[in-house]
């Protein structure tokens, strides 16, 4: 039983890790209508960031989310404005084939200028010990992020909720027609959601770079998980990404154990597979748009 708790435990903990990623993604989903197959890559170039802060100037990776967090907004809002917005009245799979275009150039151009070498934060001891209570015992960066996924949660859902511009966002995710006719500029709420999604990339790659190594394809390793967050806890809900995150981490650290590490992965995109059949809208999703 010891065990079985500990297991739950290491998978909440892990749902934490993804929800901050699957957020983002989410969230630009439920506002601009499109799904963003460079997410792993905007995660990739915060991690990149993170690491070039710690090992040039010495700054904690969790010091460097502010800048983080800046820059991605910063390239999110730009990847919106000059390459989606153009192609925002064109067919579907052209913004998917755009996206993923620039997931490849991304990918690319940190191999040209990297090369395929991992590499680690150092000289960092916050956030990379554990911390134990009883017999059960949890990685304090893990727990840190956990905490950090539910703050994320609750201030979005309460800016969404009770700003203004929350409220114009909202409206667009509803209906884009109905917004304009209020007043609401939708081409400028785009890139300001797009832009907030690539953000949320900031906050959790100064999270997760004590844990996790850098290299080109690290955003593959999270974001292929992520799509099967996002669709099982509904494409556009913010809570039920975070419960989302919450199940696959504990179906993770499951069937890592009682089934084999190797296969843990085939577990949960058996449950990707089942959802896109039985539920397509997933556990929380409605077909509106985000909360």
Request: a positive charge.
């Amino acid at each position: 039983m010891e065990i079985f708790i500990q297991l739950l435990l290491n998978g909440l903990l892990l749902g934490g890790t993804l929800a901050i990623i699957s957020i983002g993604l989410t969230l630009i989903f439920g506002i601009v209508r499109v799904v963003n197959f460079a997410h792993g890559e905007f995660l990739m170039i915060g991690l990149y960031a993170v690491y070039l802060m710690n090992a040039h100037f010495g700054i904690h990776p969790y010091v460097a989310i502010i800048p983080t967090t800046i820059i991605l907004f910063a390239a999110g809002a730009a990847m919106q404005r000059f390459i989606i917005q153009p192609l925002l009245s064109a067919e579907g799979h052209i913004q998917i084939f755009a996206t993923v275009g620039v997931s490849i150039a991304l990918m690319n151009g940190a191999l040209l200028i990297f090369g395929a070498d991992v590499m680690t934060v150092q000289n960092v001891s916050f956030g990379t010990g554990t911390v134990s209570v009883g017999a059960f015992r949890a990685s304090s960066g893990q727990l840190i992020t956990f905490v950090m996924s539910l703050v994320l949660v609750a201030g979005l859902h309460w800016f969404l909720q009770n700003t203004f511009l929350g409220r114009a966002v909202r409206a667009t995710a509803q209906h884009r027609n109905a917004a304009q006719l209020m007043g609401v500029n939708v081409k400028k709420i785009y890139i300001f959601a797009f832009g907030l999604g690539c953000a949320c990339l900031g906050v959790a790659s100064g999270l997760i770079a004590p844990q996790y190594p850098v290299f080109p394809t690290v955003g593959t390793f999270f974001v292929l998980t992520a799509f099967v967050i996002v669709v099982l806890g509904g494409l556009g809900s913010l809570s039920g990404a975070l419960v989302g995150s919450m199940l696959i981490g504990i179906v993770d650290s499951l069937a890592g154990y009682y089934i084999a590490p190797d296969l843990k992965e085939v577990v949960y995109f058996s449950i990707f597979l089942g959802i896109l059949v039985f539920r397509p809208t997933g556990l929380f999703g409605t077909g509106r748009g985000s909360e």
